[in-house]
């Protein structure tokens, strides 16, 4: 048995209840390294085995190595966020698949979202339709994740960014180049912010516009959520809010 | 002070602990009547307000004017999934700023979002970039709506779709509207899914293909989400996975 958990921010306070009765089961809990750091304080007793950054195959693996040779064990494979958002659910299920082991039993347990932890602390940005879109262009090629940026931009979508840059300089020439392209459509003045470490130890965040955003990419890093409005979006009383178009 | 609450599907395991807390703190609880009865079985000694649907300005109204009134009161605004996703929270704020009620303290806590519910249930369509729309022409005009799925389509996103019909029939023509307008983009065997009281007593869901579902508007109603997939999506082991592009 293998569970898929969402584990919010870390911290207890963004974790469900669901999540919390699934890792009390487990026998053991693989994740990446900074995310089991986070939850290892309130399972002390568990075992858990830490991974890299692009280890998500090899976790998935030996998830399913576990399981097939034991099939009593229950499994935990954590994700920040919610487990089905660019999380660990849909490459365990092809593995799953992949391998032959369609026997063994994986259950999705849905977190908080980084864009429902990164909206509530900037305001309410995500009170219209809006986009979820990666700037990673490790498994989506550039020209898709542009071409998406544009679609986004010409429906007057708000856009949530995740992983809006890296170590790499390529990513931040492309987080420069994703700024540009979202000018052609938006005003200067659209409302933007971003959170790191929304959530949990660290946190921080600041709002401003499109046209100040892509200048500070220097600011951001890889535990950054990013939302842009669309021509909705106000800053009222200091917090970025979409207008949902109630008459008041 | 005035809590803005996603509670998640309603069920205690989708809440966060964060959640809890702030109900348990809380004097008087304001909600749409159906989420309303799903908590107060939680929290019997508890002082709840019902509203029906479109009530939103009156709740938001009845928060503030208790807050003014009586500086130590707690009032908790409940909305089902995430607070910040066509929730109670960019109201709130927008109504908080126009009354002139700034001094109110207004704590925005992000929950579950049905999407993230949906999708768990259905396998793990969300592991790509996507939209969140309402088809809920109430706020929002037709043409903005319809502008939107066409972009979305454009940007081959998943789709999660809100609020697909609602009793009135209009509703129910705009709903196979959008369908015939996806169907121009995305091929007929796309797969798609929808979940009714997704993680509450009455769950059900269904896979299928856009196709089939452009033609069962009559089994959808407004506790339904819905998600259609992108080029990429599959059914794996009867599951609903969109492809995130690892090499397998």
Chains 1, 2 share one sequence.
């Not at 864009?115 to 989506?140: E, H, K, Q, R, W």
């Not at 492309?174 to 979202?182: K, L, S, T």
């Not at 535990?223 to 842009?228: E, K």
Request: contains cysteine; glycine residues 8%; aromatic residues 8%.
């Amino acid at each position: 048995m293998i569970y898929v958990i969402g584990i919010g921010s870390g911290e207890k306070d963004s974790m469900t209840f669901g999540a919390w009765a699934a890792l009390e089961k487990c026998d053991v809990i693989l994740g990446y390294r900074k995310y089991v750091e986070l939850i290892r304080k309130y399972f002390p007793e568990k075992i858990f085995r830490e991974y890299s950054m692009r280890e998500e195959i090899k976790r998935c693996e030996y998830a399913l190595k576990i399981s097939r040779e034991n099939p009593q064990q229950i499994i935990g494979l954590i994700s920040s966020g919610d487990s089905g958002i660019y999380g660990m659910a849909g490459l365990i299920l092809e593995l799953a698949d992949a391998n032959g082991d369609s026997q063994i039993e994986i259950k999705i347990i849905a977190g908080v979202s980084a864009s429902s932890i990164c909206a509530s602390i900037l305001g309410a940005p995500l009170m219209n339709d809006y986009v979820v879109l990666s700037l990673s262009d490790l498994l989506t090629g550039w020209e898709i994740i542009e071409r998406r940026i544009r679609a986004a931009c010409l429906g007057d979508f708000v856009i949530c960014v995740f992983n809006p840059v890296s170590k790499s300089p390529k990513r931040r020439e492309n987080f420069r180049r994703a700024c540009e392209i979202m000018l052609e459509y938006k005003t200067p003045d659209t409302p933007c912010g971003f959170v790191r470490n929304g959530g949990r130890y660290g946190e921080s965040c600041e709002i401003m516009t499109l046209s100040e955003i892509a200048d500070c990419e220097s600011e951001l890093d890889m535990f950054c959520t990013l939302i842009i409005g669309n021509s909705q979006s106000r800053i009222i009383n200091g917090k970025f809010v979409t207008r949902r178009g109630y008459d008041m």
